[in-house]
């Protein structure tokens, strides 16, 4: 069982050379149909399996089409792992649709909504400044 530090180091060089495929390496052409980027990859404490976080940006149709050129390129992506980098056994490698960036600017347009829908109150700044003439006293 490898220590976290080592865990960690494992994980980013995967991610920097998964990143690096993407660009360069993966020739299939359903990948090139969403813009892909890798967000996170986990790895297991064994070095054994590593789980590939990918943001999609698309449309839902290019999502599937991208994350089915993915799978299928699983073992590629493997092998060139296996060759670029050092390791005892290479990790089976798993792809994951990562929607986090989807979820928080979904969140963050809710925000806005709200508060642009939301009434000017200036009672809440006359509670404020009598709360500070108050403090003052």
């Given at each position: 069982?490898?220590?976290?530090?080592?865990v960690?180091?494992?994980?980013?060089?995967?991610?920097?050379?998964?990143?690096?495929?993407?660009?360069?390496?993966?020739?299939?052409?359903?990948?090139?149909?969403?813009?892909?980027?890798?967000?996170?990859?986990?790895?297991?404490?064994?070095?054994?399996?590593?789980?590939?976080?990918?943001?999609?940006?698309?449309?839902?149709?290019?999502?599937?089409?991208?994350?089915?050129g993915?799978?299928?390129?699983?073992?590629?992506?493997?092998?060139?792992?296996?060759?670029?980098?050092?390791?005892?056994?290479?990790?089976?490698v798993?792809?994951?649709?990562?929607?986090?960036?989807?979820?928080?600017?979904?969140?963050?347009?809710?925000?806005?909504?709200?508060?642009?829908?939301?009434p000017?109150?200036?009672?809440?700044?006359?509670?404020?400044?009598?709360?500070?003439?108050?403090?003052?006293?």
């Amino acid at each position: 069982m490898a220590n976290n530090r080592r865990v960690e180091r494992v994980a980013e060089l995967i991610k920097r050379e998964v990143s690096q495929m993407l660009l360069n390496g993966i020739k299939d052409d359903r990948v090139g149909t969403g813009m892909v980027s890798v967000t996170d990859v986990n790895v297991s404490g064994d070095l054994q399996h590593a789980k590939i976080y990918v943001s999609i940006y698309g449309t839902q149709e290019a999502k599937a089409e991208t994350m089915a050129g993915l799978k299928s390129a699983t073992g590629y992506v493997r092998s060139e792992l296996g060759s670029r980098v050092r390791l005892r056994r290479t990790p089976e490698v798993m792809f994951v649709e990562d929607d986090s960036i989807e979820r928080g600017t979904n969140v963050l347009s809710l925000l806005n909504r709200i508060r642009n829908e939301r009434p000017v109150d200036d009672s809440v700044d006359d509670l404020q400044e009598d709360q500070e003439d108050q403090e003052e006293q």
